[in-house]
């Protein structure tokens, strides 16, 4: 996947220069801020990502240096190349639906990403919970669509007894197919528990990647 690759470029550091405090997540996210139709500046950036304005103009800069966005005077515009990757992962990962909290959640805010065809690499869920708490969500619930129903990896009942109002939201908003997998990212807020899920979806797309 030439996609994560350039991903995990951006992310690393520039020569001798200090390891970014910026992740990959904070790199797709920005390239969907900027893939807003019009020029975006460095302030919208930072508050959006939740960056300080040094860790956003190091971000902008490794973006620039691999070619996916151009910086001109008006603020900042995705190249064509920036527009390909972002809708590379726009294919692979899609979402960020907002669900209630639930008996499959940790939190009061849980926001779902699916990630298509990922089911292989999926054992008991526990690695995606890891990463969404390393990225500092509460946890994370990982969902797979075998047999044309969402099922818990490893778990034979079902986990949708009390909760079917979730499963239709999930079927509703995410609309799997065979082998994709759905990662709810929990936490206090909407935009941790959002990017515990994206992380998560990451991680995970490494793993099939690696496989």
């Known amino acids: 996947m030439r996609s994560l690759e350039v991903l995990e470029k ?3 550091k520039l020569a001798s220069g200090r390891a970014p405090t910026f992740s990959e997540v904070h790199i797709v996210m920005a390239l969907e801020t900027i ?3 019009k020029a975006v500046g460095r302030m919208k950036l930072s508050k959006t990502l939740g ?3 040094g860790a956003t103009r190091t971000l902008v800069k490794h973006l620039r240096k691999e070619g996916l966005v151009e910086v001109l005077r008006s603020g900042i515009v995705l190249s064509e190349s ?3 990757l972002l809708s590379d992962f726009r294919h692979k990962i899609r979402g960020e639906t907002e669900i209630p909290k ?3 959640t940790v939190e009061s805010f849980n ?7 990922a089911a292989d690499a999926v054992s008991c869920g526990l ?5 969404a708490i390393k990225a500092g969500a509460s946890g994370a619930t990982t969902l797979v669509f075998i047999n044309n129903k969402l099922v818990m990896p490893g778990i034979g009942e079902d986990i949708f007894h009390n909760a079917k109002s979730v499963y239709d939201a999930l079927i509703s ?3 799997p197919e065979e082998n994709d997998v759905i990662i709810i990212g929990s936490a206090d807020d909407r935009f941790t528990a959002e990017f515990g899920a994206r992380a998560a979806a990451l991680e995970l797309l490494k793993s099939k990647r690696d496989r």
């Open 35 to 37: 893939d807003s139709g």
């Open 111 to 117: 926001v779902a990403v699916l990630v298509r065809h």
């Open 51 to 53: 960056l300080g304005e």
């Open 10 to 12: 951006v992310a690393e």
């Open 82 to 84: 920036g527009g390909k």
């Open 102 to 104: 639930s008996s499959l």
């Open 127 to 131: 690695e995606q919970r890891d990463t």
């Open 173 to 175: 908003a995410l609309e």
